[in-house]
């Protein structure tokens, strides 16, 4: 049972483009989370995801920012007219049953992205 | 001020020694969470834990809801322990807050 995948592990964009970054939970998991680990501070919580639905996206930034989990496929995360800013580790965990605190979650590498 | 705080931020221990890594929180939690994180960036579900103790090989977590507190022991410390380790915590509103980390260097 291969761990969660995220692809792809590094990325670099310019000022101005579109960032994809995408998301394979395990095997029987339909419960997706997205993380942001911004250079020399901790981990913070950006959106949970359920098959088709946005459960919480209280950590999302209002602009530029969007996630969705479709019926088939993996979980992305969009950022359009990425910034300087935007640097960072981006990780996904997933986990089989509903609710951030109901168990444990499966992390995936994460995808380190650079803004030149 | 963090929802979560982490003592020490950084940590340096002979191997062999026996290791503790504190947390505490200042909000109402569904449950507390211990992570590891290598160099190079992976992290691990160490522990989920909401009352009481758990014990996985050399590690054990603690936590005493009253006081808010939860810490992290390493028994018998090996340079392979060497990471960073996170604590998190969830609410009742199921936020999920992280503290920023514990790095913790052992030597041989």
């Known amino acids: 049972n291969a761990g969660v995948m995220q692809n792809p592990r590094h990325l670099v964009r310019r000022r101005g483009q579109e960032a994809r970054l995408r998301c394979s939970p395990m095997?029987?998991?339909?419960?997706v989370y997205w993380y942001r680990q911004l250079p020399e501070e901790g981990l913070k919580f950006m959106v949970y995801l359920q098959k088709e639905n946005i459960i919480d996206e209280s950590g999302m930034p209002k602009e530029r920012f969007s996630a969705e989990f479709p019926k088939e496929g993996p979980s992305i995360l969009r950022i359009q007219q990425v910034v300087r800013g935007d640097s960072a580790a981006y990780f996904c965990?997933?986990?089989?049953?509903?609710?951030?605190?109901?168990?444990?979650?499966?992390f995936g590498p994460g995808t380190r992205l650079t803004v030149l | 001020k963090n929802e979560v705080e982490q003592s020490p931020q950084n940590l340096t221990a002979q191997e062999g020694e026996f290791i503790t890594i504190n947390c505490s929180y200042s909000?109402?939690?569904?449950?507390l969470h211990w992570l590891q994180q290598h160099p190079g960036g992976g992290i691990v579900s160490l522990f989920m834990?909401?009352?009481g103790k758990k014990k996985h090989g050399r590690l054990i977590a603690t936590i005493n809801i009253q006081e808010k507190h939860s810490s992290l022991h390493i028994t018998a410390s090996h340079p392979r322990d060497s990471a960073v380790y996170i604590c998190?915590?969830?609410?009742?509103?199921?936020?999920?807050?992280f503290g920023t980390g514990t790095s913790l260097t052992v030597i041989p």
């Open positions: 834990l909401s009352s």
């Open positions: 909000v109402g939690i569904s449950a």
């Open positions: 965990a997933s986990s089989p049953l509903p609710g951030v605190a109901a168990n444990e979650q499966f």
């Open positions: 095997k029987g998991h339909s419960h």
């Open positions: 998190a915590v969830t609410n009742t509103g199921n936020q999920f807050y």
